[in-house]
């Protein structure tokens, strides 16, 4: 669900409300096509979603995927990416996760788990204490963090779920009826 943007095919229409807001109202007054591709690129890149198929990604890997998809280029970074299209996706992930404390905390275990992903691909039995000579990682302490792997990945799994539970609900009225685009 995007609260800015309707899917039109393969392009990001934008809602009315987001036009009032810049740095998208320039972008659409200076170049509605290039807007379209920019507004696709950034809403893919921060779409907390499970409708977003790139969501699941790391920020590296979705970057260069979609930087493949909608601009035809390989090897996207965030520093090659143009000022208005950085201001998009800063705007659209405050609009995400500002005040929202289980986003922010959702996000720091996803980032532990990223750090764990990486040692567990680059440490070495091998590897030694320079001073005393001794394994740097004991063996029962890396099948030990492995065994853990798969609790760490319900947990993960249900705190996504509590994070989308609370900023889907918070788009809802009464009886659970969607907030209209007038009503506080």
């Given amino acids: 669900m995007s609260w800015f943007f309707e899917f039109d095919g393969k392009e990001c229409m934008p809602k009315a409300e987001i036009l009032l807001v810049e740095p998208f109202a320039g972008m659409w007054k200076k170049d509605r096509k290039k807007a379209l ?49 950085k201001k998009c996706i800063e705007k659209l992930n405050d609009f995400q996760t500002q005040g929202s404390v289980s986003w922010r905390y959702y996000m720091s275990q996803v980032r532990a788990a990223e750090e764990m992903i990486r040692f567990f691909e680059e440490f070495s039995l ?34 996504r779920s509590k994070v989308e539970q609370e900023m889907f609900e918070s788009s809802k009225g009464i009886a659970g009826r969607p907030i209209g685009d007038y009503e506080e």
Avoid: C, H, W
Avoid at 63 to 79: D, N
Avoid at 145 to 150: I, Q, R, T, V
């Fill in 126 to 159: 091998n590897e030694r204490n320079a001073r005393t000579g001794m394994m740097m990682y004991k063996p029962k302490e890396i099948t030990s963090a492995l065994a853990d792997a798969d609790k760490i990945l319900q947990n993960l799994t249900a705190l």
């Fill in 37 to 85: 591709k920019d507004f696709t690129f950034a809403e893919l890149y921060t779409s907390k979603a499970r409708s977003n198929p790139y969501s699941g990604y790391s920020d590296e890997v979705r970057m260069e995927k979609l930087g493949l998809e909608v601009y035809g280029k390989r090897g996207m970074m965030f520093s090659s990416l143009d000022d208005d299209v």
